[in-house]
């Protein structure tokens, strides 16, 4: 039996990482609302403004492989510590371009992409991390903590903190995004010899893999497995759908629901609240029901809430189809990681993560545009094609998800050497 198989509790190691991730979380809270308001000072022009998400996003897609590559071939803690110390740098140049009054528009964007390089490394090592501290059976305790702490921190916390903080003035959300920063960092290189990972790329004796050859690893260990090419292509889906149906949310919830402006803040958090009761119940519904059958049925409600509030706008539909929505998306989210996590070598975390992420975020964009051109014919028609296309795939689905196995009862292929890494069960071309 596997070492990581034999420990039942969490352990010092993950609170640790747990407490090192909370502090993260609130700077890129703190970041993710201080973006746009920073950029709403500096121009009045809308589609500059705008600018601040695709620059956000841009990272992800040509940077999220080549950050797993990285963490399969570093100490993880390194990359975790180095990905806060850099954000940490960054928070304290926009504190003295602010403060000399010489931040532009252009210099912002700089920043953000920079800032977004890091949080593609930071990312894929703390899901890379998770599987080296806590034992199989646990993983999905370890997510579902993960979740809500980022859920609350940066939803509950950090959202009206920044707000406050930057109406009393720019420079000391700012500074505390550095301070926050630079904690996140020293916990992670406090983090014992485990965190490090396998990151192993060539059999004892022969020489190293060069980097460029990996770029495609996660990509072939997916497609070499029925299970997580299927997963993958799903998860893909059902983002585009949901990128889609949610693209012109904003204008749903004041134009057509009538919620005040004012207000709008305090209905999002119904998002977040369905979010947390997500982690709250995954651990008792997966002991009941088990592993596929919870992520089938998650899936199914998360898509047809979503269809249900574009059929029926009203505000209390709303109200009620974010919060299971958002749950159940969480309750997936948490499962999902666990199962990847337990059926992929460690050594190959950091690209598989990479890859899928690349792939799943990188379409966000295009279902975006999607939902903004039907948001122009009607407002509730981007949630009816966006809820209505998930909710039939969720149906076709739905057996394979049923058939999912336990993370603690998966199959994980330590496999032979990385030239022929494949996905357990997957037969090799001759």
Same mark, same amino acid.
């Given at each position: ?7 039942? &509790? ?7 990482? %747990? ?24 121009? !009045?022009?809308?589609?500059?403004? =705008? ?21 399969? #071939? ?13 954000? +940490? ?10 403060? +000399? ?16 390089? %890091? ?25 579902? #903590? @993960?979740?809500? $702490? ?16 930057? *109406? ?13 920063? =630079? ?13 490090? &990972?396998?990151?192993?790329? =060539? ?6 893999? *060069?980097?460029? #050859? ?18 993958? %292509? ?23 629901? !009538? ?11 119904? &998002? *977040?609240? $369905? ?7 995954? $651990? ?6 088990? +592993? ?9 409600? *998360?898509?047809?809430?979503?269809? =249900? ?5 009203? @505000? ?45 975020? $990188? ?27 998930? +909710? ?5 689905? %739905? ?32």
């Amino acid at each position: 039996m596997h070492e990581d198989e034999r420990r039942t &509790g969490l352990g010092p190691a993950f609170t640790n990482l %747990f407490t090192a991730n909370l502090s993260s979380s609130l700077g890129d809270g703190i970041a993710r609302v201080a973006a746009p308001l920073l950029a709403a000072r500096l121009t !009045d022009d809308p589609l500059l403004v =705008a600018g601040i998400a695709a620059v956000a996003l841009l990272p992800w897609l040509f940077l999220a492989i080549p950050a797993g590559v990285l963490i399969d #071939r570093v100490d993880r803690r390194r990359a975790l510590g180095v990905a806060n110390g850099v954000r +940490t740098l960054l928070a304290l140049a926009l504190v003295l371009l602010v403060a +000399t009054g010489t931040l532009t528009i252009w210099w912002l964007y700089v920043v953000l992409f920079v800032y977004g390089a %890091f949080e593609t490394v930071y990312d894929g090592a703390i899901r890379a991390v998770v599987p080296s501290l806590v034992g199989r059976a646990d993983l999905h305790r370890a997510n579902s #903590r @993960i979740e809500a $702490g980022e859920l609350v921190v940066q939803n509950f916390v950090a959202a009206p903190l920044t707000s406050w903080l930057f *109406a009393a003035a720019v420079v000391i959300p700012l500074g505390v995004n550095a301070v926050v920063f =630079a904690v996140g960092a020293v916990l992670a290189f406090l983090l014992p010899r485990a965190a490090a &990972g396998d990151h192993s790329t =060539a059999p004892s004796g022969a020489p190293p893999t *060069a980097w460029y #050859r990996q770029l495609v690893d996660g990509f072939r260990f997916i497609m070499a497995s029925r299970m997580l090419r299927t997963l993958w %292509f799903l998860s893909t889906v059902t983002g585009l759908c949901y990128s889609a149906g949610l693209a012109t949310w904003v204008l749903f919830v004041l134009d057509r629901l !009538d919620v005040p402006e004012a207000w709008f803040g305090t209905f999002m958090l119904t &998002g *977040a609240l $369905g979010g947390i009761l997500g982690t709250v119940v995954v $651990g008792r519904a997966k002991r009941a029901l088990g +592993t596929g059958t919870v992520m089938a049925v998650a899936n199914l409600l *998360a898509n047809l809430a979503l269809l =249900a509030v574009g059929v029926v706008p009203t @505000i209390g539909v709303a109200v009620a189809g974010m919060v299971l929505s958002s749950g159940a998306v969480t309750v997936w989210n948490v499962l999902v990681m666990s199962l990847r996590q337990s059926v992929i070598p460690s050594r190959l975390l950091g690209r598989v993560h990479g890859t899928w992420r690349t792939l799943l975020w $990188g379409t966000m964009p295009l279902g975006s545009l999607l939902g903004g051109l039907l948001g122009r014919v009607d407002l509730v028609l981007p949630m009816v094609v966006g809820g209505g296309v998930a +909710t039939v795939a969720g149906v076709v689905w %739905f057996r394979f998800l049923r058939t999912l196995p336990e993370p603690e009862d998966a199959d994980v292929e330590p496999g032979p050497a990385p030239e022929a890494e494949t996905a357990p069960g997957a037969t090799l071309p001759e």
